[in-house]
């Protein structure tokens, strides 16, 4: 065989080797991914905090004569996307509790000695709250059917699911910030005051539209606004806006930045 033929075959194997590698890479991380899904959604405590306190609130909140309007929506539905975006806000913050917890007894440094890479661990602790932020989202829809009568289209209900997590997204990088930079033991006090904080900005307490002036420009600025708009606009045939997409997008930028620092200076500590 001649040099060039040689050339050649070894370019031809370079595919073969680089997924040779990449592979076990792979499988490593859906094994962990699949593995962590499981977990979380078998502790009933995390479960029944995100699914039954949506509901009671939402049906506390939603009784009101068909009239009655909030927003550009009768009281049922803004409130069913109030509570939905609630439940999946709990599910998305949940995650910094979790990387905060393994990280105070070393659980990722031991992930470490595997295949699975640093990014690989963050990005399925962060699946895991997406895909636990699916159960409050269609539990209040149950609810908002059943015990309202809320009746849309599916392609209204997907949409307004979608469109609540993809305004979650910059909280996610929040969660991962927040879970390497706060020790467990405070973890559930600053989760709860932050977590009261953003439903309130959200629109989710009390509707952004009796806010005084001042106040609901600040809120407009935070991305949580936007995170629970998000459905709503749905619902009203519309969607988020271009200054909602471009404060979330913001907002992402920001706080990605802020949890990509806090992860590397993790990882040189360790």
């Known amino acids: 065989m001649t040099a060039g033929e040689m050339y050649g075959q070894a370019q031809a194997d370079e595919p073969d080797v680089a997924w040779s590698a990449t592979a076990?890479?792979?499988t490593t991380y859906l094994r962990y991914v699949r593995t962590e899904v499981r977990r979380a959604w078998r502790n009933p405590r995390v479960l029944i905090f995100m699914l039954v306190l949506p509901i009671i609130l939402f049906a506390a909140f939603s009784s009101s004569s068909g009239d009655d309007r909030l927003g550009g929506l009768t009281v049922a539905p803004y409130i069913m996307i109030s509570m939905a975006s609630f439940g999946a806000m709990n599910a998305v913050l949940g995650t910094a509790g979790r990387i905060s917890l393994e990280r105070s007894i070393g659980w990722n440094r031991q992930l470490r000695l595997t295949a699975l890479s640093g990014p690989q661990y963050v990005?399925?602790?962060?699946g895991v709250g997406f895909s636990l932020a699916?159960?409050?989202i269609v539990a209040v829809y149950v609810a908002g059917a059943s015990m309202r009568g809320v009746h849309l289209s599916v392609g209204t209900y997907l949409g307004a699911g979608v469109s609540i997590l993809l305004g979650l997204v910059p909280l996610g990088a929040f969660a991962i910030w927040l879970g390497y930079l706060v020790r467990p033991e405070n973890m559930q006090a600053i989760i709860g005051g932050l977590f009261s904080l953003l439903a309130l900005a959200g629109g989710i307490w009390v509707p952004v539209e009796n806010f005084p002036d001042?106040?609901?420009?600040?809120?407009k600025l935070?991305?949580?606004f936007w995170s629970a708009q998000a459905g709503r606009a749905v619902l009203e045939g519309g969607w988020v806006g271009a200054?909602?997409?471009v404060t979330l997008v913001i907002w992402t930028l920001l706080l990605g930045a802020a949890a990509g620092r806090a992860y590397l200076?993790?990882?040189l500590r360790t």
Not at 123 to 126: H, I, P
Not at 214 to 219: K, S
Request: net charge positive; proline share 12%; no cysteine.
């Open 24 to 26: 076990p890479a792979l």
């Open 123 to 126: 990005l399925g602790k962060l």
């Open 134 to 136: 699916v159960l409050p």
């Open 214 to 219: 001042w106040l609901a420009d600040i809120v």
């Open 222 to 224: 935070l991305p949580m």
């Open 243 to 245: 200054r909602g997409l």
């Open 265 to 267: 200076r993790d990882q």
